[in-house]
């Protein structure tokens, strides 16, 4: 049974009847009222999210209570390497089953923050965490008190160690600005790029040192590189091709911005429907894109500013609006998501889905998608909370891990998957950021 569904079976108990709810427990049917009221509870919104409290509490019971998880008897490392020596298993089957036990017998510690400054730690919620690209730091958007937003950066160094602790620093300035999505951040090696916007104010791309974020002395970092003005966005992305790496990219309404940070000069695309997703590939100048209408599109920004449909490429399409989409490494297969919660892979070559990942939530919510090809995994986190793994190769969902936290709009973890955490001798594992906490799955 899929956790986001409702555990409320009436069709196989009673027959469903129009604006009552059926209680197996009581064995009779409740009048269900309209949206929320004060004086009877019983909505339909009340009755899911009790269910799913309720599957949330009981998987994490069962957690608890199994040391060493796996999904079925008689899935263990000695017997799948027995059966791949006597030639009763392929090579792909034991790949993704050598992949299945380690992500089911990863079990969740906390990981305790370390401050300079002792407010810091543990006093705002975590919104988003992004890691670099060598897994060595993870940037970090935390919500304030007082409205807003603050930035950090987490140090991994500590993970390696029997009591897992990580260092965190801020830059001492907070932005009045609120983090529109999860998928407004790139983050590069040397620097970030920060998009942000409220609905009362243009918005703004900033570029920030990493030096902000050091243990050294304040007064010697350095300010805002640069910030550049524009309309409300929904989604940004940095360019790290060599002809055209000083540039960044913006999708807006109903348009896209491609804008080098040292001329300042700006390109613009006009689309007929939001961005809400973008990705620059590496080998090639070519920037991908997904729009709310659920279409997949890329641009060569080499070219000149056009309008209509005359200059782009790869075009493909979902059914529902596309919130998130990763090329893999070797750029002939792009990974999509959409608010439906569907997951396709597209070989681009042929412009066709090859595979679909099932089991992923959404509906209405901006969700990243996390590709780490060298372990061959796909992690997401969904509108439910629950964060699901699955096998790249075979689309197989290999585990469902249910949040620390009651599901709600505002606990929706962020998560960083990586078999190098905190660099080339990092630890392999995922880091989940929920509310004021921080955990570590470890992926021995």
């Not at 001329?263 to 809400?276: A, K």
């Not at 990243?368 to 793994?389: F, K, S």
Request: proline share 4%; aromatic share 8%; net charge positive.
């Amino acid at each position: 049974e899929d956790p986001s569904s409702s555990s409320l079976t009436q069709n196989s108990v009673a027959p469903e009847l129009p604006g009552f709810y059926y209680d197996a427990e009581k064995n009779r049917y409740f009048r269900l009222l309209p949206g929320h009221n004060n004086y009877n509870p019983l909505t339909k919104e009340s009755i899911q999210y009790k269910a799913m409290e309720c599957k949330r509490l009981r998987l994490l019971e069962e957690e608890e209570k199994q040391k060493k998880k796996t999904t079925r008897p008689g899935l263990n490392s000695s017997m799948l390497l027995q059966k791949r020596q006597l030639g009763l298993v392929s090579s792909t089957s034991y790949c993704r089953l050598v992949h299945e036990l380690k992500v089911n017998c990863m079990q969740r510690r906390k990981i305790e923050i370390h401050s300079p400054d002792s407010s810091v730690a543990g006093t705002n919620n975590f919104k988003i965490i992004v890691a670099d690209v060598a897994c060595e730091r993870i940037f970090t958007v935390n919500d304030v008190e007082h409205g807003g937003c603050k930035y950090g950066i987490i140090n991994l160094r500590g993970l390696g160690k029997e009591s897992l602790t990580v260092e965190m620093y801020d830059n001492l300035y907070f932005t009045n600005r609120k983090v529109l999505e999860k998928s407004l951040f790139s983050l590069t090696h040397f620097n970030k790029l920060c998009l942000m916007g409220i609905a009362e104010t243009p918005g703004c791309a900033s570029l920030l040192p990493a030096s902000l974020f050091s243990s050294g002395n304040p007064g010697d970092r350095p300010g805002m590189l640069c910030s550049f003005k524009i309309s409300t966005a929904w989604s940004c992305a940095w360019c790290l091709n060599p002809q055209a790496d000083n540039c960044f990219s913006t999708g807006l309404t109903r348009r896209v911005l491609v804008t080098n940070i040292v001329t300042g000069h700006r390109q613009i695309f006009g689309t007929s429907s939001d961005v809400l997703a973008q990705q620059f590939a590496t080998q090639t100048p070519m920037l991908y894109n997904g729009c709310r209408s659920g279409e997949i599109f890329s641009i060569d920004v080499r070219q000149r500013n056009r309008k209509g449909h005359s200059w782009k490429a790869n075009r493909l399409f979902h059914d529902s609006a596309v919130t998130s989409i990763r090329l893999l490494e070797a750029e002939h297969y792009l990974m999509a998501a959409d608010m439906a919660g569907k997951i396709k892979l597209w070989d681009l070559r042929a412009a066709k889905c090859v595979k679909q990942y099932e089991g992923h939530h959404n509906e209405y919510a901006v969700l990243p998608l996390h590709v780490n090809e060298e372990e061959g995994l796909l992690t997401a986190v969904g509108q439910d909370c629950y964060t699901r793994i699955w096998s790249l190769q075979d689309a197989h969902l290999l585990r469902t891990i249910p949040s620390p936290h009651p599901s709600s709009k505002d606990a929706i973890p962020s998560v960083v998957f990586s078999s190098r955490l905190g660099g080339s001798r990092g630890v392999p594992g995922l880091l989940m950021a929920v509310k004021q906490d921080l955990y570590h799955f470890s992926y021995n």
